[in-house]
């Protein structure tokens, strides 16, 4: 018998926020530029603008969902600016990754734990991933 412990959840989501802090001070609330989630079961994905975002998350936050974000306390922060309730069961895979690499490695962000994973993209991606998060990081604040 096979020990499964995601098998229960009805959902599993993996959220990615991209925000700024407020007044560009570090450790602010959270100005939320835009979210992507995608459902892993189904593939079902949402990709929402600052001006998309509703008064409620685009995804369950039961528990009966797993809620899955790289250093999820951002993700969680992002929930808490837009006045979203928090999602009841998290798996943060900044924990994940840091358990396997500490001692070995300072590199912690979303794109070294992507290269060093055994299932890594293309160098090229890799790259473009942190060009598109820059290019999102650089834009106005405003949608046009």
Known sequence: MTCDPISH????WCVDFEFRPAGGREGSRPDVI???????RSGRTIRLRMDELGR???YPTDEGVLFVAYYASAEIGCHLALGWP????ILDL????????NGLTRAAGLIDALARSPRAQSGAELLTAGRLRRAVMSSPSTTG
């Open 86 to 89: 928090v999602p009841l069961r």
């Open 9 to 12: 959840y009805r959902e599993i």
């Open 34 to 40: 835009c979210l992507v989630a995608q459902e892993r």
């Open 56 to 58: 409620y998350p685009p």
């Open 94 to 101: 900044y924990v994940e990754h840091r358990n396997l690499t």
